[in-house]
């Protein structure tokens, strides 16, 4: 199975929720530049799921249809989690609301 992080301008918010799903410390996450429409593999977590994240410049119901659709055509199971509701200007200042969210979104996966 592979997770896609699909996001439009919060380049911290899917760094942050793919270092969670893989385990790893993201207290000292460093955002650079991510280029838009370009899968970045992130890794591959204990139960052998691949990670990825992919930043939009369209519309990102556009983007998730396509990925659906790939999906599909080379019959691999995917999840999308789209974390453009975090695109807020505000993000950095409610950055434990937001890892206290993810962390919750982590846990009921995982059940």
Known sequence: MKYIYVFKKNDYAA???AYIHLKMDYKHIKTKAI???KLFFMGIDHKLNEVYIIKSSC???ILINI???LATIFNHSIIIINLSKYD???YRINKKELNRSI???MLEWRL
């Open 35 to 37: 280029e838009p429409m």
């Open 15 to 17: 760094l942050l929720a």
């Open 67 to 69: 990925l659906n659709g």
């Open 103 to 105: 962390n919750k979104r």
């Open 59 to 61: 519309k990102i119901k």
């Open 88 to 90: 807020s200007f505000f």
